[in-house]
C-alpha cells in the first residue's frame, strides 16, 4: 500500500545535540512538508519543498534543517539552535498545492 | 492576518445523538478547506475537500458544508469509533503552499 512513513516513533534529544527525523513517501507525490503539532495549537509549517533539490522555510523554520535529493525521502534535522524542540512532528505529501495533504504517523521528540 | 478558528474545543455526546463542529476562517481569498480526522499518537486523515460556497461533501455519518465565512462538519448518529480529535485546515489563495490549520475539535462519543 502507498503511504509516507515516518522513523522513529519516539526520538530523545540530549542537550547541544542534532537529531534527524526521517520521512518516506511511496506515493509518488511532488510536494513533501513538516509540520509541528503542539497541546492545543493548530500544525505550523517548518519547511516545504516542491520539487527535488528545491525546498523553502514555512513559519516556523529557526532551528530547523532539511533536504531533498531524492522524490521519496525528505528528513528533517533539529538542530541544537532549537531551544524548544519538544513537540510531536508530522511529514505530509501531496500531489499539488490544489490537493490535500496526506499525512504520515509521525514522530515524537522529546528532550533527555 | 489568516486565521482558522474551530469550536468547539472539546464535544461529549453520546452515542446516536446527531451535532455539528464549527470552522471559521478569514483569509484573502479562499482556494481550499480541507477536514481531517486525527487519532491519539497518528498523523491526520484526510476526509473532505471544498473549494466554494454551497459545496457538500459526504461520507458515512460525516457531511462537510461550506459557506463564505466558515465550514460545519456534521455528525449523524455518531457511534464510538468516531471519537477523535477533527482538524479544519483552509488554503488561502495568496499562492504557494501555505495552509493554515485550526486546533481542532475533540469529539468523545460515550456508548
Known amino acids: 500500500d502507498g503511504g509516507i512513513t515516518q522513523s522513529p516513533k519516539y526520538l530523545f534529544r540530549k542537550e547541544g545535540q542534532n537529531v534527524t527525523l526521517s520521512c518516506e513517501q511511496n506515493l509518488n507525490h511532488d510536494a513533501m512538508y513538516w509540520y509541528r503539532q503542539d497541546p492545543g495549537q493548530g500544525l505550523r509549517l517548518i519547511y516545504y519543498?516542491?520539487?527535488?533539490?528545491?525546498?523553502q522555510k514555512g513559519d516556523i523554520a529557526e532551528g530547523y534543517s532539511v533536504s531533498r535529493e531524492k522524490k521519496e525521502s525528505f528528513p528533517l534535522t533539529v538542530t541544537s539552535a532549537q531551544k524548544n524542540p519538544t513537540a510531536f512532528y508530522l511529514c505530509a505529501s501531496s500531489i499539488g498545492v490544489e490537493q490535500p495533504q496526506h499525512f504520515g504517523d509521525g514522530t515524537r521528540l522529546s528532550i533527555l | 492576518e489568516d486565521q482558522v478558528t474551530q469550536s468547539p474545543e472539546a464535544l461529549r455526546l453520546q452515542e446516536g445523538e446527531s451535532s455539528s463542529l464549527n470552522c471559521s476562517y478569514t483569509v484573502s481569498g479562499l482556494r481550499g478547506l480541507f477536514w481531517y480526522r486525527q487519532d491519539p499518537g497518528k498523523g491526520p486523515e484526510f476526509l473532505f475537500t471544498?473549494?466554494?460556497a454551497g459545496e457538500e461533501k459526504e461520507k458515512e455519518r460525516l457531511k462537510a458544508t461550506l459557506t463564505k465565512k466558515e465550514s460545519f462538519l456534521h455528525i449523524t448518529a455518531p457511534k464510538p469509533e468516531d471519537s477523535a480529535t477533527y482538524l479544519c485546515?483552509?488554503?488561502?489563495?495568496?499562492?504557494?503552499?501555505?495552509?493554515?490549520f485550526g486546533a481542532g475539535t475533540r469529539l468523545f462519543v460515550k456508548a
Open positions: 519543498s516542491q520539487i527535488v533539490n528545491d525546498f
Open positions: 485546515a483552509v488554503r488561502p489563495n495568496t499562492g504557494g503552499f501555505k495552509t493554515i
Open positions: 471544498l473549494y466554494s
